[in-house]
């Protein structure tokens, strides 16, 4: 008697996760109502079920995932638009995955560098039939995103999102309109600021809208990481010994021209953002900066230089003095 307990104990130890799973993977979600889902180009199958879930398509990512690999389709994931029924099961929701999506959603790329008011932003924009006017109203103030998103705490009240819409390739449709898309760019920076990036910033009694800020420069200045890490170290030497910056990036974003060496009637622009008339910091970021560049700022390469040029060629010279650099300006540019 005892053995056949033991026996029946043993059946539905093995037997209730198995009824389990497949309770889970049969049962209906809790939409009242269809509902679009994007996967994305390049995700793997443990992201696309955490956002299946977050999104309440699955209750159980386990049951998702092994029900893939029991499939043997976890790399047959393809990316596109899909529509799930109310009431889908992960079952009939795997079935529609593995199958061809109703269409593909479009990329929609945001280059290192460039501004809210650039041309070329407005060109992208507008091509995905987004509202240019729209997008820049949105934009225009940090202030009302505040509540959303924690790292605009410390923007001033006058400081719109540059700086903020992260350079990267997103994924657009027929549904996504500008607060969908703006949520996503701001979404995809909150994430690239890791907590590490966070905490090491708030160690160097900086705020987040500095870093950036000077971070938006560099990105005008150099393209490449190593010269990134030089000169943050440079700007950031100036800036504690109180000596301008001197960029001319930050020219540039005044007077709309992208010139190696500005001219001397643009050095003599009244702006807060000319950085040769005014010391410290402009109001503001410049432009949206990638990440290798607010690294930079973070995690600078310590050097002994004061100045450094840019060369037509790209190539970047450093100075410790003055006269140094005066006669590298004669030697590069002249």
């Given at each position: 008697m005892k053995l056949k307990y033991i026996f029946l104990s043993l059946v539905i130890i093995i037997i209730a996760p198995i009824l389990w799973f497949f309770f889970l993977?049969?049962?209906?979600?809790?939409?009242?109502?269809?509902?679009?889902?994007?996967?994305?180009?390049?995700?793997?199958?443990?992201?696309?079920?955490?956002?299946?879930?977050?999104?309440?398509?699955?209750?159980?990512?386990?049951?998702?995932?092994?029900?893939?690999?029991?499939?043997?389709?976890?790399?047959?994931?393809?990316?596109?638009?899909?529509?799930?029924?109310?009431?889908?099961?992960?079952?009939?929701?795997?079935?529609?995955?593995?199958?061809?999506?109703?269409?593909?959603?479009?990329?929609?790329?945001?280059?290192?560098?460039?501004?809210?008011?650039?041309?070329?932003?407005?060109?992208?924009?507008?091509?995905?039939?987004?509202?240019?006017?729209?997008?820049?109203?949105?934009?225009?103030?940090?202030?009302?995103?505040?509540?959303?998103?924690?790292?605009?705490?410390?923007?001033?009240?006058?400081?719109?999102?540059?700086?903020?819409?992260?350079?990267?390739?997103?994924?657009?449709?027929?549904?996504?309109?500008?607060?969908?898309?703006?949520n996503k760019i701001l979404i995809n920076f909150e994430q690239k600021l890791r907590p590490e990036l966070r905490a090491e910033i708030k160690k160097q009694n900086k705020t987040i809208f500095e870093v950036v800020t000077l971070a938006s420069i560099i990105e005008r200045e150099v393209p490449e990481h190593a010269d990134k890490k030089m000169i943050a170290d440079v700007f950031l030497k100036r800036l504690k010994n109180n000596i301008g910056l001197q960029s001319d990036a930050t020219i540039n974003f005044v007077t709309g021209k992208g010139l190696t060496q500005p001219s001397r009637d643009d050095l003599k622009i009244d702006s807060p953002y000319n950085t040769y008339k005014y010391r410290g910091l402009p109001p503001g970021p410049i432009a949206n900066p990638s990440i290798s560049s607010i690294e930079a700022v973070i995690y600078p390469t310590p050097n002994d230089y004061y100045y450094f040029l840019t060369t037509k060629e790209g190539e970047v010279i450093y100075s410790q003095t003055y006269q140094e650099h005066l006669a590298n300006k004669a030697k590069y540019l002249d």
């Open positions: 993977l049969n049962s209906a979600n809790n939409l009242e109502s269809q509902k679009s889902f994007i996967i994305e180009q390049g995700k793997g199958v443990n992201e696309i079920s955490d956002n299946l879930a977050k999104a309440d398509l699955i209750k159980n990512k386990f049951v998702f995932e092994t029900w893939l690999w029991l499939l043997k389709s976890e790399d047959k994931v393809k990316a596109g638009i899909y529509s799930f029924p109310a009431g889908s099961s992960i079952r009939q929701l795997t079935k529609l995955i593995l199958a061809i999506p109703e269409n593909t959603a479009s990329k929609f790329t945001i280059i290192e560098g460039w501004g809210r008011n650039w041309p070329e932003f407005k060109k992208v924009l507008e091509t995905h039939d987004f509202s240019y006017d729209e997008f820049l109203g949105l934009t225009a103030s940090a202030k009302t995103w505040r509540e959303q998103y924690d790292f605009l705490a410390d923007a001033p009240s006058t400081a719109s999102l540059e700086g903020f819409l992260f350079p990267d390739t997103y994924f657009v449709d027929q549904y996504t309109d500008n607060i969908i898309l703006l």
